[in-house]
């Protein structure tokens, strides 16, 4: 599918859609609470689709109607050697590799190709410490083991969603557990979005040094209540007002833990000069900070190599559309910099590289230069209502 843009100016109000981090969170931890709740300001995001799924296949029963999901956990855990579907959702595959390690049998996770490119050595090394199974194929992978309750140790480097994975494990189990963690320990505040939503259902999880995170035997119960606006797609919406436009994003929250938060400063710093941005505790931020940085007066980023295990590797991805409009990005070995460039439409397709981001982050730059753009489906992934939304904000955007 194809979106085709005219240079406008948005303007209205738009509410930010549910943080599908947070959904992830909320739909895991009410199944580890053993107990009915009740979870309203759901998105039914492809993402969010693949979580549910997985909760069904280990024995979760979900009713989903409108944006509420009405969650049972009465037969959970309790099915034999479940197929678990993660279609292209990587949090889905880290969060619930550690809980089918759990059953002590076999359980295999699908999704696509791209997927199973993407890091899975902390679990690898994990299951070959312990004398488990790990077994990757061409989409899929296949785990066997029984966890226990105890001490580990896991790289920060690499995906914060390895750490909480394992975090809901441990959970499960019951037990006491500590888990150390190597630093340099980046996007931790993910790891504090999962532990405040494991909080909700009463479990015991905490940091009791920069470095380390306590798990303590606890009593789970039900907890019912609404998911909060994601942070890192309203940084899309709020990219309008750089561009000419006057949008009001609402349905954030901002006593939120959600480390996306920092968008608004980082797009005034971009606004107001050429500044140098760490975006390794925000890597989701990188393709509509590199777009904002593009269509102002450029910027360095420094944390960037993470950028390269997303569903496409998105500073490729954002240098080659670039490129197609008169601009690039130069790279170095954890750093990306955008030169001050004249952006223009040049007549040639933009591609989406199926990746949620980078065609929400080229809209936005589309809405100034104005140009078609391939592949938009993929917002269905993270933002399915967004071309809906900016389109009732007055972006003169056909989709065909």
Request: aromatic share 8%.
């Given at each position: 599918?194809?979106?085709?843009?005219?240079?406008?100016?948005?303007?209205?109000?738009?509410?930010?859609?549910?943080?599908?981090?947070?959904?992830?969170r909320?739909?895991?931890?009410a199944?580890?609470?053993?107990?009915?709740?009740?979870?309203?300001?759901?998105?039914?995001?492809?993402?969010?689709?693949?979580?549910?799924?997985?909760?069904?296949?280990l024995?979760?029963?979900?009713?989903?109607?409108?944006?509420?999901?009405?969650?049972?956990?009465a037969e959970?855990?309790?099915?034999?050697?479940?197929?678990?579907?993660?279609?292209?959702?990587?949090?889905t595959?880290?969060?619930?590799?550690?809980?089918?390690?759990?059953?002590?049998?076999?359980?295999?996770?699908?999704?696509?190709?791209?997927l199973?490119?993407?890091?899975?050595?902390?679990?690898?090394?994990?299951?070959?410490?312990?004398?488990?199974?790990?077994?990757?194929?061409?989409?899929?992978?296949?785990?066997?083991?029984?966890?226990?309750?105890?001490?580990?140790?896991?790289?920060?480097?690499?995906?914060?969603?390895?750490?909480?994975?394992?975090?809901?494990?441990?959970?499960?189990l019951?037990g006491?557990?500590t888990?150390?963690?190597?630093?340099?320990?980046?996007?931790?505040?993910?790891?504090?979005?999962?532990?405040?939503?494991?909080?909700?259902?009463?479990?015991?999880?905490?940091?009791?040094?920069?470095?380390?995170?306590?798990?303590?035997?606890?009593?789970?119960?039900?907890?019912?209540?609404?998911?909060?606006?994601?942070?890192?797609?309203?940084?899309?919406?709020?990219a309008?007002?750089?561009?000419?436009?006057?949008?009001?994003?609402?349905n954030?929250?901002?006593?939120?833990?959600?480390?996306?938060?920092?968008?608004?400063?980082?797009?005034?710093?971009?606004?107001?000069g050429?500044?140098?941005?760490?975006?390794?505790?925000?890597?989701d931020l990188?393709?509509?900070?590199?777009?904002?940085?593009?269509?102002?007066n450029?910027?360095?980023?420094?944390?960037?190599?993470?950028?390269?295990?997303?569903?496409?590797d998105?500073?490729a991805?954002?240098?080659?559309?670039?490129?197609?409009?008169?601009?690039?990005l130069?790279f170095?070995?954890?750093?990306?910099?955008?030169?001050?460039?004249?952006?223009t439409?040049?007549?040639?397709?933009?591609?989406?590289?199926?990746?949620?981001?980078?065609?929400?982050?080229?809209?936005?730059?589309?809405?100034?230069?104005?140009?078609?753009?391939?592949?938009?489906?993929?917002?269905?992934?993270s933002?399915?209502?967004?071309?809906?939304?900016?389109?009732?904000?007055?972006?003169?955007?056909?989709?065909?």
């Amino acid at each position: 599918m194809t979106a085709t843009f005219k240079p406008c100016k948005l303007k209205g109000k738009v509410s930010a859609p549910p943080s599908k981090s947070m959904a992830h969170r909320y739909l895991i931890g009410a199944a580890l609470s053993g107990e009915k709740c009740t979870l309203t300001g759901v998105d039914y995001s492809e993402d969010i689709l693949a979580s549910m799924d997985c909760l069904r296949s280990l024995g979760v029963a979900l009713t989903a109607s409108e944006d509420t999901v009405e969650s049972d956990p009465a037969e959970f855990m309790k099915v034999a050697s479940p197929v678990l579907h993660c279609r292209e959702s990587g949090s889905t595959l880290r969060f619930f590799i550690p809980l089918a390690l759990c059953l002590g049998r076999s359980v295999t996770f699908k999704g696509s190709h791209r997927l199973f490119e993407r890091p899975l050595d902390v679990y690898r090394e994990l299951c070959l410490e312990n004398g488990f199974t790990f077994d990757v194929g061409e989409a899929s992978v296949t785990v066997c083991g029984k966890l226990k309750s105890g001490s580990y140790t896991l790289r920060g480097d690499v995906s914060s969603q390895f750490i909480s994975g394992l975090i809901f494990a441990l959970v499960y189990l019951g037990g006491d557990s500590t888990i150390k963690i190597l630093p340099p320990f980046e996007s931790r505040s993910y790891v504090e979005l999962t532990l405040s939503a494991l909080r909700s259902f009463g479990a015991d999880v905490r940091f009791t040094d920069e470095l380390k995170l306590e798990i303590k035997a606890s009593k789970m119960h039900a907890f019912s209540g609404r998911i909060e606006g994601d942070f890192s797609n309203a940084a899309f919406l709020d990219a309008f007002n750089y561009t000419g436009g006057e949008v009001n994003v609402g349905n954030l929250n901002p006593d939120s833990l959600q480390g996306d938060r920092v968008y608004s400063e980082y797009f005034r710093q971009l606004d107001e000069g050429v500044p140098t941005l760490d975006i390794s505790d925000c890597p989701d931020l990188g393709p509509i900070l590199i777009a904002m940085a593009a269509l102002k007066n450029g910027a360095a980023f420094t944390g960037t190599a993470r950028l390269k295990a997303k569903e496409s590797d998105r500073g490729a991805a954002m240098h080659e559309e670039l490129k197609k409009l008169g601009g690039g990005l130069i790279f170095g070995e954890n750093t990306i910099t955008v030169p001050k460039t004249e952006l223009t439409r040049k007549g040639e397709v933009l591609w989406g590289h199926n990746d949620h981001r980078i065609v929400m982050a080229m809209s936005v730059i589309l809405s100034v230069t104005g140009g078609v753009i391939d592949g938009v489906e993929a917002v269905k992934k993270s933002y399915p209502g967004f071309f809906s939304d900016i389109g009732a904000l007055g972006a003169e955007v056909t989709l065909a």
